[in-house]
């Protein structure tokens, strides 16, 4: 029995992989960011391009911003150079992109302290079933070592970003 293959099939095989590769521009022209910087001190994350700053946005960090994450359920957000390296639009937040945490340092300080490090650190927006509270986020450090923006921010973000763009968290 030959099956023929039809272009849905096509599409559902090719578009992960076509999602995955970096472009340059959304089709509205808006310029994709090449790299994300998180400046926790100033609770702010920057799209960059080209090393131009195309965008800002406000944000939450871990119930404890300072110093780098140690270990799982200390509440601190890393610091370090990762990778953004999946998204899910269906999280417990409005949506999620993943940060790469840990990696093999922070893997080893978590051993050294006897630890697990942890994981699951996302940028994300805010939780699903905060409705009309999400005015009670804004300006609060208030994950468990994630970074969070409002809705809006994380449409713009989710929109710019693509798997596999570098992220660095700087105190």
Known sequence: MRRSITAATVLLFLLPLIQSFPATAISDGTPHADRVLVIKSERRLYLIRDGKRIESFRVSLGQEPEGHKLFAGDNRTPEGQYTLDWRNP???????????????????????????PGGNIMI????????????????????????????????????????????????
């Open 90 to 116: 269906e999280s417990d937040y409005y949506r999620s992109i993943h940060i790469s945490y840990p990696n093999s340092e922070d893997r080893r300080k978590a051993r050294a302290w006897g630890q697990d």
């Open 124 to 171: 994300h927006g805010l939780p699903n079933d905060a409705d009309k509270w999400n005015f009670a986020f804004e300006g609060l450090d208030w994950t468990d070592g994630c970074i969070a923006v409002n809705n809006r921010a994380m449409d713009e973000i989710w929109r710019r970003v693509t798997v596999g763009t570098p992220i660095e968290i700087r105190p």
